[in-house]
């Protein structure tokens, strides 16, 4: 899988550590392994997606397995429904957790290659450290540095996207599988924050330019007990700016139990 250019959309070719495109703009190897795609005049902000609190949390929960069910769910359908698949790209690849376990599944049984792409520096800077084999960069979901139609299968797993980029990098017969919070989706803890929580909506499994395969609900019941996993969890969620430093001693006190609700879909690319 090759890159291009962010700046002129030319492909960019590896010398040494260095991407580069006919019209001469350069893009380093960091010592990491990774490449930064994101000029600094198509950012938002200084730092954009998740800072490094944020990631760590996120990694270390991730880590722990708690979420292991779901990514054993998107690998099974993944060799399901892809099974042959030689391209595969992590749109919002965090910290790579989901990268790396579905790489793993799939070169059991056939040789492929997996890109992970991520707003956030400071997750994919961790992923190409941990991961050296898989290839990561910078860049944002709705302008992705990637060959028109060289994605053979791309997951999506609480990633914003833009659907026409969707429709460039997917190759004819191309699988998409993305995964959203579910209607319950840890309800229990809404409903201390909430005076009227409100449930996450059905999806309704159409995305267009896509045939949707097959949808399901995965569904379970998250228990922490550990004081450092509940802080992990909160931190790498919306609800740490919900709950009040009492409310978290009292969580961290009595344990922390709430739905785990997932929507999976497998979509095929229709041309």
Known sequence: MHYLCPLCAAPLALTERTWGCPQQHQFDVAKEGYVNLLPVQKKNSKDPGDNKQMMFARREFLNAGYYQGLSDRVNKLALEFAPETKQILDIGCGEGYYSQRLFYSLNQHHKCNLQGIDISKSA??????????????????????????????AIRIYAPSKIEELHRVMANGGILITVSPGPLHHFAL????????????????????????????????????????????????????????????????????????????????SR
């Open 190 to 269: 809404k409903k201390q924050i909430y005076a009227e929580p409100r449930l996450h909506p059905e999806s309704t499994a159409h995305i267009l330019g896509f045939e949707c395969l097959h949808q399901e609900r995965l569904q379970s019941q998250l228990e922490l007990t550990h004081t450092e996993h509940i802080a992990h969890f909160l931190e790498m969620t919306p609800y740490a700016w919900k709950f009040t430093d009492a409310q978290k001693q009292l969580l961290a006190s009595q344990g922390l139990n709430c739905e785990l609700d997932f929507q999976i879909e497998v979509h095929r690319i």
């Open 124 to 153: 994919i800077k961790y992923a190409a450290k941990r991961y050296p084999h898989l290839q990561f960069c910078v860049a944002s979901a709705y302008e992705m540095p990637i060959d028109a139609q060289s994605v053979d299968l």
